[in-house]
């Protein structure tokens, strides 16, 4: 599965950021085997629609499920349109992802 | 200055709870009294009007304002996505098969149907605001913009409202607070603008924005200090040092502050100030009058 991960850093040990539309990087890991590209997020210097712009990165880059630390109304619209499973997640990028594989994560409606 | 053809004065103030309103409606009401029925108010404040509490007109028609939105054909879609890509407010996205618009977001610039290679998407009026028309009692003719609740985007409805000037009328614009894109909208639709400021430090941190826009802007400016009193310099040293015209004071007088509190105009509750309001129109239409001559000279 490709889960994206709102962050503030640029790898698996850098910290999951509180907001996706405002996150530095979006980090998409490959959870079979902990491969990961780094997305830098057009949301974070936006005006307006950051929401809408983090959520359009995560959707091209293929993910399935999306991690941050919150998120706004604009992102969540899309990503529950689009079949894509939003999660609040903490801790570190590595410490998110292993989270939601152990199911310990909550979705996000 | 022909007849057909009478200048247009906005209002405005770098800061709300200045006296924009109260200076403004009382000009109206001072100028209609000496040229009746040539006079209008137009109201640009959308996103909070309010000089129809001070001038109680009669409003006999609301049209409405509307923007472009994108609105699309998802047979016809084929979710390339660049739409996506080309909007610059996050407008629009493609998340996996579905096609999502945020109207909020959305700046109206038509680039997503221009960039759509199959034309699956329409631009579709969304309405964002209303202009009202009316009158009051003794025939001020009346114009009053309003952002509809919700909505974000004031500049469109501000547009429609200050295109309502009507150049062979007296026409005062009450401006919006502050010097972003709602004021420098409203402005630019007059010949003049008369900015009003408090004597206070930050009356005139607000006023030197407020001129600096208009200089930017190319619209000549004088100043109503309000609320004025003995005791701080800073204002009249700034426009004494810049060459800007103090059109007139108004003192700092619980008497006004309880007619303002009435929903009276200084010229409704105090027939005395009318002859002063009517000057400084003519001290404005003098000094563009100079202004126009010297640049003939020039």
Redesign the interface.
Same mark, same amino acid.
């Given at each position: 599965m490709r889960v994206a991960v709102a962050s503030s850093g640029d790898d698996l040990d850098a910290p999951v950021d509180m907001r996706l539309g405002r996150c530095a990087n979006i980090i998409v890991v490959e959870t079979d085997t902990m491969n990961f590209e780094v997305y830098s997020n057009p949301?974070a210097l @936006?005006?307006?629609?950051? =929401?809408?712009?983090a959520?359009?990165v995560v959707?091209?880059a293929g993910a399935e499920a999306v991690i941050a630390g919150n998120f706004g109304i604009?992102s969540l619209? @899309?990503?529950s349109?689009? =079949?894509?499973t939003a999660y609040i997640g903490s801790g570190t990028v590595r410490q998110a992802v292993q989270a939601l594989l152990d199911d310990e994560l909550e979705a996000v409606e | 200055m022909p007849e057909q053809n009478k200048p247009t004065v906005s209002v405005a103030a770098g800061k709300g709870g200045t006296g924009k309103t109260l200076f403004a409606t009382s000009l109206a009401v001072a100028l209609n009294e000496v040229n009746p029925g040539q006079v209008q108010l137009i109201d640009c404040d959308v996103e909070e009007p309010n000089a129809d509490i001070l001038l109680h007109p009669q409003i006999t028609q609301q049209t409405p304002v509307n923007v472009l939105v994108p609105e699309v054909d998802l047979d016809i879609c084929t979710r390339c996505g660049q739409c996506a890509k080309h909007c610059q407010f996050s407008a629009i996205a493609v998340i996996r098969d579905a096609v999502l618009t945020f109207p909020d977001l959305c700046a109206a610039c038509g680039v997503c149907a221009y960039v759509c290679p199959t034309g699956a998407i329409t631009e579709v009026n969304r309405q964002v605001g209303s202009v009202a028309h009316g009158s009051t009692v003794q025939g001020i003719k009346f114009v009053q913009g309003r952002l509809s609740v919700g909505d974000q985007r004031a500049t469109p409805v501000t547009k429609a409202t200050g295109s309502q000037t009507d150049d062979s009328m007296i026409t005062i614009l009450d401006a919006p607070p502050g010097t972003a894109c709602p004021m420098q909208e409203t402005i630019e639709f007059s010949d003049y603008c008369i900015l009003v400021t408090e004597p206070t430090p930050f009356g005139l941190a607000n006023l030197e924005d407020s001129v600096a826009t208009c200089q930017r802007m190319g619209i000549p400016c004088g100043v109503v200090i309000n609320r004025d009193q003995a005791g701080w310099p800073g204002v009249e040293d700034y426009c004494a040092g810049e060459g800007i015209d103090i059109l007139l004071r108004i003192p700092q007088d619980r008497q006004i502050a309880e007619a303002y509190a009435r929903g009276e105009t200084l010229a409704d509750a105090f027939p005395q100030w009318r002859d002063e309001l009517v000057r400084v129109y003519n001290d404005v239409v003098e000094a563009l009058l100079q202004t126009a001559t010297t640049k003939v000279k020039e």
């Open positions: 949301g @936006a005006g307006t629609g950051a =929401g809408v712009a959520a359009q959707a091209d604009n619209r @899309a990503f349109n689009g =079949g894509i | -």
